[in-house]
């Protein structure tokens, strides 16, 4: 299983970025697809996280402000970035939650390669 993060770039503040992300393989399903950021110099910080039941939880800083939806089981994922702000600048991972259809009680993490967001005051 493969993930595939898109979209980043630089946007002034107040503006809008959508981020994809994209799962590729075969035999598996999603049970979860999570985003975190990581700006420089610290942790890296959960944003948002959608699950196969329809459960969907945003931190706190991105709360009315970011929205996270799927299509495709969950299989790509969207992080529609809106009222964007120069402290949401960072690199940005999906991290998705898998279930090979050979072990499908176990739920396995994978990771993609991060895309940069960039917010200018």
């Known amino acids: 299983v493969q993930l595939q993060a898109s979209g980043g770039g630089l946007v002034q503040a107040g503006g809008s970025l959508r981020l994809a992300c994209v799962a590729s393989g075969r035999h598996f399903s999603i049970s979860s697809m999570t985003w975190y950021r990581q700006a420089p110099g610290e942790q890296r910080e959960l944003v948002a996280t959608t699950t196969a039941g329809g459960r969907i939880n945003y931190s706190e800083s991105v709360k009315g402000r970011f929205t996270v939806s799927g299509v495709d089981a969950l299989k790509t994922v969207y992080l529609q970035m809106d009222s964007m702000k120069p402290e949401d600048t960072g690199v940005y991972y999906c991290?998705?939650?898998?279930?090979?259809?050979?072990?499908?009680?176990?739920?396995?993490?994978?990771w993609g390669q991060g895309t940069q967001v960039t917010v200018s005051s």
């Open positions: 991290k998705a939650g898998v279930r090979l259809s050979g072990s499908p009680f176990r739920v396995r993490e994978y």
